[in-house]
């Protein structure tokens, strides 16, 4: 497989605080790449380097062989990574379908604004919210709301999807929707990178997961080899020992 | 392609009926006090029509929209006066020169946000007022006069006026049309999302420094050519009239007024608001009191009505969304 990212040596730093620190890795083109890690790891900093919010101190995001680093975000979405945000951006006074409908006229295809709002209303469609193309963005539930992030990112047609979270805060059953949209999206050629926090989820989903802990690669791998490392045993859970110990006593 | 496309909507013909209202009324009788009036209310749909494009649709507050009609009226009576050239050239130079200033200025003044926006926008009356008040070749503080002889090429003085008036309502025509072509369109939709949420358009991949200095240069032209028509019809230009902080707040208020963001309500708005303003200085009791209505009226649309007129026929009879943009 090749790679549709590479991070090189990035590093971040917000005045005092080492947010990212010579950080590599590669997603593979069609894989799903889980990153996770305890809250302050720099998850969601990485996002805002790879897409361009902020721009790295240090080290290169290479995208499709070319070299991305300190590009503006509109740059980035136009060459096909989308995001949908941790915490969700609506468009609030824009309807649904209008808010997908950006999202395909100034993603990687550029479309016209006929063709986008065709495309936006398929996506809207997949992802659930083919009900409520009219409403208010701001009028949305959570979940509705996250759905919506969704969208719009799938809207612009990306080869690199990141998803911030998209599983917080919804109800199993919603959950069990999400992860099955997921698996669609990758069947459909769309790479994805994703942050999230429940483990069960993203230990199924993932090809791959990079481990991230104050700032730094702590490991990586398959789900599998992940969960049987030590050092992120200690990471998550604290020490090694008290979880050997509880895992003998249960 | 766009205008065959917006043909179809209901919408383009109440915009052409609106132009004809105006074009013929006046004309029954021969009404020139009806002119008159009208010729004041067209401005301020222009004004405010064009300054919905930044404050509607973008989300930002340009309290400097005035400068555009200033420069364009000096420039339009300076190619007139100065260089001799017919009204009729002068208009469009006018217009495409003051709108390739607010590209450059633009490209500048746009990187701020918010307040520090508006703030910047009252810079730029402040500083293009005190740069022509010292500009010899545009009559500094005394400003230009423009010679009776000018009108012959209108068809004399009294032909004039209404001359005038009728290209000013063609002007009115195509803000109004400008206003829905735009949000309509691509760029109208980067606008709208700009205008909600900045960061996030961006990440959709929104050109948003592009598209802002856009909307201000596009802004600029027909305000341009209404200050062009404007002051050839007064036949006079100063400084003070010319970039008056006071007509640039009162449009903010008739774009409040009407409903941001829509072009209906925002005709509406300014329709009203000069009709009002139009009252209130020809009653001797209320002389200037039109700021102290347009003052509190801005404070009762903020406080109650944020979605203004507009705002509050859509919430009343929701189907005519479909109709009035």
Redesign the interface.
Known sequence: MTNLLELKDVSKRFGGVQAVRDLSFEVREGEILGLIGPNGAGKSTLFNLINGVFKPDTGNVVFQGEDITGQKPYKIARRGIARAHQIVQPLGALSVLDNCTVGACFGREDLPLTQARETAFEVAQTVGLGDRLQMRASALTTAGKKRLEMARALSARPKLLLLDEVLAGLNPSETEEMIATVRAIRDRGVSILMIEHIMRAIMSLSDRIVVLNLGSKLAEGTPQQVAENPEVITAYLGDASVTHGEEASS | MLLLRLARRPFFWVIALIVAVFAIAPLIGDNVDLRESLVLDALYIILASNLNIMLGYTGYINFGSIVFFGLGGYICLWLVSGLGLPLAVSLPIAGTCVSGLALVFGLGILRLRGHFFALATIGIIEGVQAFVQNFKPWGGSAGLYLSGGVLKQIGGPANALWVIYFLMIAVMGLSLYLSYAVKS??FG??L??I???E??????????PLYKALAYCTSAFLPAIAGGLFFFKSAFIEPASAFDLTLSTEVIVVVMLGGQ?TVFGVALGALLYSELRGYLLTTATFSNFQLVISGALLLLIVLFFPGGLMGWIYSRFPRIQKVLE
Do not use: I
């Open positions: 369109s691509k939709l980067g709208l999302a205008g909600q949420n960061d996030a358009a961006a990440v959709l991949g929104v050109p948003t963001g």
